[in-house]
């Protein structure tokens, strides 16, 4: 896709809003704990994205080089990423509850130069030793690949720092210039790399490209969730999963609009914080998975209700199919019966969303995505791979290509094809079961 544009991604993320909505907020972070928050601006995520980007280019990180993240949701996480993508480095985060061991083999594929982590975690008052998995994990890998380790002080617990290996973040970035020339991208360079489980064991590293995927979240974010300039958008995923690269941190920054990140989990202190949230920084719109609105529906009204709420607009879900039952109560409860409900069908694969009801625009089935997006090609066919008409059930598959598709695991190209376009040749195998109406 646009095979001869030439972009960056960061430029497109910061530097372009920087003329008309400088002190904009960019990121609103809200802490583990409910007394801990902090507002980024578009100004001062450049200045921090900038910072870093020179620091890991001063320490030896060029264009095409992997640099694993094993971050705390908290905003050092996006800057990291941004930063990365400034300077052409191809990023590979890693969600932080994940083992010393995954971390290791995901370490190992792509051949880290560089690895950017915290000296913990904290997520519902528990802390997770990230410095302490990072140092384990590096038992194993040993000097294979990694040459630096970037520790971001979060928490203060003491961590031990390894001599010429190991150094502190603010160290780094607080010499650093907040000015950083951004490398021209070709549309179809790497962004990063995000590992998902395969079946034989061996972790399979989802390549996104540049131009393609920005193009793709940029545009299925501004129109399936009727973006306005005064939005707040909340999507609760950690940015270890792809939702959090895509809805998190890259399409609601190529919009200019303000995100929030929460570092915490939505029972702590209690289940009135996601209310909470809401009210505290005015979101338009909540994005969540189906596993947090059942387990909210099962505490009860009565947390919701501690809340008002009222600055709420649109509400979403994403990760899993939503259960009619659940999808009622969301809308009925969370949302007053006033906010429609974009339930999203998508993939770590597919880069963005690919099938979703679009606001406003198409009457609303409780627990159906509804419609593909602009582009897409869907089609059910049976086992044999005969493509099926009218009301049926089958599997899911994709006729044709689109900007945010993957494009290829990273070091296994055999292995893409195999499991993505050989089981119903020609065509995309979502491996998912679909029923039509």
């Given at each position: 896709w646009f095979e001869d544009g030439e972009l960056n991604v960061s430029v497109n993320c910061i530097d372009r809003h920087l003329a008309e909505n400088p002190y904009k907020p960019a990121i609103i972070w809200e802490g583990d704990h409910p007394s801990q928050h902090k507002i980024i601006s578009y100004k001062e995520l450049h200045a921090e994205v900038c910072r870093l980007g020179n620091a890991m280019r001063k320490m030896g990180v060029q264009k095409g080089d992997r640099v694993t993240l094993y971050m705390p949701m908290i905003p050092e996480s996006a800057i990291a990423m941004l930063a990365c993508a400034r300077i052409g480095a191809v990023h590979s985060v890693v969600f932080g509850g994940f083992s010393s061991d995954s971390l290791a083999n995901r370490l190992i594929d792509?051949?880290?130069?560089?690895?950017i982590t915290a000296d913990e975690g904290v997520r519902g008052g528990k802390h997770t030793p990230l410095k302490h998995n990072v140092d384990r994990a590096l038992d194993v890998v040993g000097t294979e690949c990694v040459e630096k380790v970037i520790v971001v002080y979060?928490?203060?617990?003491?961590?031990?720092?390894?001599?010429?290996?190991d150094v502190w973040y603010h160290t780094v970035t607080d010499n650093a210039s907040d000015v950083c020339e951004p490398e021209v991208m070709n549309a179809e360079d790497p962004l990063f790399l995000l590992y998902t489980s395969g079946s034989?064991?061996?972790?399979?590293?989802?390549?996104?490209?540049?131009?393609?995927?920005?193009?793709?979240?940029?545009?299925?974010?501004?129109?399936v969730f009727d973006i306005k300039d005064d939005d707040v958008f909340w999507c609760t995923a950690d940015v270890g999963w792809i939702t959090g690269h895509s809805y998190v941190t890259y399409a609601p920054l190529a919009n200019g609009t303000t995100t929030v990140m929460f570092e915490g989990v939505p029972q702590y202190p209690d289940w009135a914080r996601i209310g909470?949230?809401?009210?505290?920084?005015?979101?338009?719109?909540?994005?969540?998975?189906?596993?947090?609105?059942?387990?909210?529906?099962k505490e009860g009204d009565e947390y919701v209700r501690k809340s008002d709420r009222s600055s709420l607009r649109l509400l979403g879900s994403v990760g899993e199919p939503i259960n009619p039952e659940a999808w009622q109560w969301y809308y009925e409860v969370v949302g007053e019966s006033r906010c429609p409900i974009v339930d999203t069908w998508w993939q770590t694969e597919t880069g963005g969303i690919l099938m979703t009801p679009i606001p406003n625009a198409v009457d609303l089935k409780p627990g159906s995505a509804q419609t593909a997006m602009y582009?897409?090609?869907?089609?059910?066919?049976?086992?044999?791979?005969?493509?099926?008409?009218g009301t049926c059930e089958g599997n899911l598959i994709i006729k044709d290509s689109w900007p945010g598709q993957m494009r290829t695991i990273w070091g296994d190209q055999k292995r893409f094809l195999e499991t993505y376009f050989s089981t119903y040749k020609g065509n995309y195998f979502t491996g998912d079961g679909v029923q039509r109406d």
């Amino acid at each position: 896709w646009f095979e001869d544009g030439e972009l960056n991604v960061s430029v497109n993320c910061i530097d372009r809003h920087l003329a008309e909505n400088p002190y904009k907020p960019a990121i609103i972070w809200e802490g583990d704990h409910p007394s801990q928050h902090k507002i980024i601006s578009y100004k001062e995520l450049h200045a921090e994205v900038c910072r870093l980007g020179n620091a890991m280019r001063k320490m030896g990180v060029q264009k095409g080089d992997r640099v694993t993240l094993y971050m705390p949701m908290i905003p050092e996480s996006a800057i990291a990423m941004l930063a990365c993508a400034r300077i052409g480095a191809v990023h590979s985060v890693v969600f932080g509850g994940f083992s010393s061991d995954s971390l290791a083999n995901r370490l190992i594929d792509s051949q880290s130069k560089l690895i950017i982590t915290a000296d913990e975690g904290v997520r519902g008052g528990k802390h997770t030793p990230l410095k302490h998995n990072v140092d384990r994990a590096l038992d194993v890998v040993g000097t294979e690949c990694v040459e630096k380790v970037i520790v971001v002080y979060h928490t203060g617990e003491s961590v031990p720092m390894s001599g010429r290996r190991d150094v502190w973040y603010h160290t780094v970035t607080d010499n650093a210039s907040d000015v950083c020339e951004p490398e021209v991208m070709n549309a179809e360079d790497p962004l990063f790399l995000l590992y998902t489980s395969g079946s034989t064991g061996k972790p399979k590293g989802v390549l996104h490209t540049t131009g393609g995927y920005l193009t793709y979240v940029l545009s299925t974010f501004r129109d399936v969730f009727d973006i306005k300039d005064d939005d707040v958008f909340w999507c609760t995923a950690d940015v270890g999963w792809i939702t959090g690269h895509s809805y998190v941190t890259y399409a609601p920054l190529a919009n200019g609009t303000t995100t929030v990140m929460f570092e915490g989990v939505p029972q702590y202190p209690d289940w009135a914080r996601i209310g909470h949230i809401i009210d505290k920084h005015d979101i338009t719109i909540l994005y969540t998975a189906p596993t947090a609105i059942r387990a909210m529906m099962k505490e009860g009204d009565e947390y919701v209700r501690k809340s008002d709420r009222s600055s709420l607009r649109l509400l979403g879900s994403v990760g899993e199919p939503i259960n009619p039952e659940a999808w009622q109560w969301y809308y009925e409860v969370v949302g007053e019966s006033r906010c429609p409900i974009v339930d999203t069908w998508w993939q770590t694969e597919t880069g963005g969303i690919l099938m979703t009801p679009i606001p406003n625009a198409v009457d609303l089935k409780p627990g159906s995505a509804q419609t593909a997006m602009y582009g897409v090609k869907p089609a059910v066919v049976d086992a044999e791979g005969n493509e099926i008409e009218g009301t049926c059930e089958g599997n899911l598959i994709i006729k044709d290509s689109w900007p945010g598709q993957m494009r290829t695991i990273w070091g296994d190209q055999k292995r893409f094809l195999e499991t993505y376009f050989s089981t119903y040749k020609g065509n995309y195998f979502t491996g998912d079961g679909v029923q039509r109406d």
